[in-house]
Nanobody, 124 residues
Framework: EVQLVESGGDLVQAGGSLRLSCAGSGFTFDDYAIGWFRQAPGKEREGVSRIDVADGETYYADSIKGRFTISSDNAKGTVYLQMNSLKPEDTGVYYC?????????????????WGQGTQVTVSS
């Protein structure tokens, strides 16, 4: 069974940085996608970034381009989200998700497994 565990969420001041980790287990696919999504209070969950771990192709939401970087360590089965220049509007619960389709985008129904989420709070 695929399991995803997020970590790294914290309370940080605006302008600060955090690195989120998504540790995966229970899968042996060579080509899959890991997506990062977030849900702010009172808002719908939205896609932030995703990576095709087979070829390293990445994609970012316009709201975080130039500030966030997604990367993967395939040997460890872990995907990271480096978040710099954080803003209060980045506050929310961040989830990682696994898709057997390496080319998955930000459609949440393309993702088969989800982590439990990690809280990121950015104070002004």
């Amino acid at each position: 069974e695929v399991q995803l565990v997020e970590s790294g969420g914290d309370l940080v001041q605006a302008g600060g940085s955090l690195r989120l980790s998504c540790a995966g287990s229970g899968f042996t696919f060579d080509d899959y996608a890991i997506g990062w999504f977030r849900q702010a209070p009172g808002k719908e969950r939205e896609g932030v970034s995703r990576i095709d771990v087979a070829d390293g192709e990445t994609y970012y939401a316009d709201s975080i381009k130039g500030r966030f970087t997604i990367s993967s360590d395939n040997a460890k089965g872990t995907v990271y989200l480096q978040m710099n220049s954080l803003k209060p509007e980045d506050t929310g619960v961040y989830y990682c998700a696994f898709s057997v389709y390496g080319g998955a985008g930000f459609e949440q129904n393309e993702y088969d497994y989800w982590g439990q989420g990690t809280q990121v709070t950015v104070s002004s």
